[in-house]
Structures are given as C-alpha cells and as structure tokens.
T-cell receptor, first 116, second 113 residues
Framework: AQKVTQAQTEISVVEKEDVTLDCVYE???????LFWYKQPPSGELVFLIR??????QNEISGRYSWNFQKSTSSFNFTITASQVVDSAVYFC?????????????FGTGTRLLVSP | DTAVSQTPKYLVTQMGNDKSIKCEQN?????MYWYKQDSKKFLKIMFS???????INETVPNRFSPKSPDKAHLNLHINSLELGDSAVYFC????????????FGPGTRLTVL
C-alpha cells in the first residue's frame, strides 16, 4: 500500500527554536517522489520541496532543511530558528504511478504553532 | 498572474441543492485534479483528468461529476448536496509525470446547511 504517516498532530514551539517534522512513508515502488507542502492559516497549499527516491542527499534552503533516509523510509523536515510566520499545517506527500499517471497521497499533516 | 484559480472561494447552500465549482489553470499543464479537505485537514484525491480524459476516479458518490471542457479547465458539479459534503475543495494541476509537483488553487470552502 502507498501510505504516508505524520505521527505528530501538533507541535508548539517558541520563536527561534528549531523544530523537526517527521514523515514516514510506505510504498512498493522502487521509483517514487516525496513532497512537502505548507498550508498557512490563509488556506492555500504551497509547494516546498520535491525529492526522488534515487537522491538521498539532504537539502537546505535557508532555514529549511530536509533529511531523506531510504533505510528508514523517512523524509523529515527541519525548520531552524523558527518564526511566527512558520505557523502552518505541513503536509508530507508521496507520488507514485497509478494506471500510468501520477497519484499523490498525503499524510494527515502536522500543525506547527510558533509563538513569539 | 494566478496560476490555478477557483471560483467561488466560498459557497454556502442548502441540503439538496446542486452546485458547481470552476477551476482554471494557466500553466499549460496537461493534468488536473480535485481534492477534498475535510474538517480534520485530511486531503484526499477525488478525480484526475489528463488532456480532458478521466484517469483517476476515487470512491466518490456519483452525485459528484467532474467535467473538463479543455485541458486548462476542470469543473466539479455536485448534485443533491448533503451535510457531509461540507469541506474545502482544492483544484490542482501538474505536468503529468509523477516527479512534477502539483500546483494548487486557493480552495473553495463549501458549507451545506
């Protein structure tokens, strides 16, 4: 089965703390793609990053970094020096082929609350 | 320029009514999707169209009928609305291959009274 688990329902931190959002996935495919999306309180879904199953290099973008480990089927997301504007629901997602076309399955999301 | 747009943004209606939500993308993508996000924020795919052809149809009541007049548009018509249809509906588009990210519209919040 294709599945994404985000075990942390809600995380609360104080500004400037570092925080890691966990994502564990299950798939039978050998080629797959992983994504993170951000949903701020305004409601839109914003794409953050894409990773393919052959590239286990960690990625850093400003205060954001991602750790992809195939051995543990995890794709974790760390925010360094969190800010109030980081408050949002973050979704991890897995893309796989279904009848020849892309299908995206989302985790249940982690709500991050950053207080001043 | 808005990449993926949806109208209306909010929709409040009575049980039993029929309503439509429209979606347009100007990204030149060949694949479009409808997702439903429930009150617990769970996002689930409903339908997907590739070049106007239905390619994914999840277990959705047949009161929901998507229509794609061209590859830039994907509309969702809902008949005989029920309380449980209240949710946020997101349209998305991508260039069909699985490695490409999906771009989402702003969502339509549907409230059925």
């Amino acid at each position: 089965a294709q599945k994404v688990t985000q075990a942390q329902t809600e995380i609360s931190v104080v500004e400037k703390e570092d925080v890691t959002l966990d994502c564990v996935y299950e798939t039978r495919d050998t080629t797959y793609y992983l994504f993170w999306y951000k949903q701020p309180p305004s409601g839109e879904l914003v794409f953050l990053i894409r990773r393919n199953s052959f590239d286990e290099q960690n990625e850093i973008s400003g205060r954001y970094s991602w750790n992809f480990q195939k051995s543990t089927s995890s794709f974790n997301f760390t925010i360094t020096a969190s800010q109030v504007v980081d408050s949002a629901v973050y979704f991890c997602a897995l893309s796989y082929m279904n009848t020849g076309f892309q299908k995206l399955v989302f985790g249940t999301g982690t709500r991050l609350l950053v207080s001043p | 320029d808005t990449a993926v747009s949806q109208t209306p943004k909010y929709l409040v209606t009575q049980m039993g009514n029929d309503k439509s939500i429209k979606c347009e993308q100007n990204l030149g993508h060949d694949t479009m999707y409808w997702y439903k996000q429930d009150s617990k924020k769970f996002l689930k795919i409903m339908f997907s169209y590739n070049n106007k052809e239905l390619i994914i149809n999840e277990t959705v009541p047949n009161r929901f009928s998507p229509k794609s007049p061209d590859k830039a548009h994907l509309n969702l018509h809902i008949n005989s609305l029920e309380l449980g249809d209240s949710a946020v509906y997101f349209c998305a588009s991508s260039q069909g291959e699985r490695e490409n990210e999906q771009f989402f519209g702003p969502g339509t919040r549907l409230t059925v009274l």
